[in-house]
């Protein structure tokens, strides 16, 4: 077999997540979750042969329900006598228009996506206003209003470090330490219309998260936490009492899925 790292990019509007969900029995392909392991387990399907030779595709971030990539990684195992096929043209010749693939990579067997990987950078689109918001900027924003911005950098500087973020993570997650080291929070760009001198500066601020490693949720548990502080309803001295409680109840609400984008994951070669 040859072991195949695949960069994956996909807006998450229509997938219920990355991973495979238990099907229903009798139910057609229509009914059963639509996920972008699914999809791409598929492709690999349809070039190789028939689902009788569908690959297990083990991707590196579990991105949930609605959550976008430009910078996922996976691997896949294929027979080497498919070694020379140009995979990236192959399979975006069958994946539907909402994912592709970016880059395909020939590595050693022993390199697991997930278990190799060192960190990681999330980003967030917040849309600081109410009164309209750009149609294609519609589905990967959170339309926020203005923000104090120097408030949320301070709670940034508290949350940036090791600690223990169970405060900050949603049920469902099964893991050996809530304990995490984010290694930066910031906002890193405002987009303008085309970047045509004169033109209007678009009210649109991404927030870019870096960790060694997240929890379920983390991202937009902290995001909505900053969003929180940024609207004036809690002090940046609050989230250090939130972070010490590790109590989830005590944490505001999870930001929406729909502005989080999954940008890079590194390895030890990068």
């Known amino acids: 077999m040859e072991r195949l790292k695949l ?81 990236q043209l192959a399979l975006n010749g069958v994946l539907p228009r909402d994912v592709s693939v970016v880059r395909v990579e020939h590595v050693d067997d022993e390199f697991h996506a997930r278990f190799y990987s060192k960190r990681k950078i999330y980003t967030y689109g917040l849309w600081l206003s109410r009164r309209f918001v750009l149609p294609h900027r519609r589905g990967f924003v959170w339309m926020v209003d203005s923000l104090d911005r120097n408030a949320m950098l301070e709670a940034a500087a508290l949350l940036t470090g090791e600690h223990d973020f169970a405060a900050f993570t949603n049920v469902g997650s099964v893991t050996k330490t809530t304990v995490r080291e984010v290694l930066g929070i910031e906002p890193v760009a405002c987009i303008q219309a085309g970047h045509v001198p004169g033109a209007p500066e678009w009210p649109e601020e991404t927030w870019r998260f870096e960790a060694s490693g997240f929890l379920k949720q983390m991202v937009r548990n902290l995001m909505g936490c900053l969003v929180a502080v940024g609207r004036g309803k809690l002090r940046p001295a609050d989230v250090q009492h939130i972070l010490d409680g590790k109590d989830r109840t005590r944490a505001p609400m999870t930001a929406p899925a729909q502005g989080l984008t999954l940008q890079r994951i590194f390895y030890p070669d990068d």
């Open 7 to 87: 960069t994956l990019a996909y807006t998450g509007k229509r997938f219920q997540g990355w991973q495979i969900q238990e099907r229903v029995p009798g139910a057609g392909t229509g009914t059963n979750p639509r996920t972008v392991q699914g999809v791409v387990e598929e492709a690999f399907a349809t070039i190789l042969g028939g689902p009788e030779h569908m690959p297990r595709v083990h991707g590196a971030s579990r991105t949930d329900s609605g959550v976008h990539a430009v910078g996922q990684v996976a691997h896949v195992d294929v027979p080497e006598r498919a070694k020379p096929m140009d995979w």
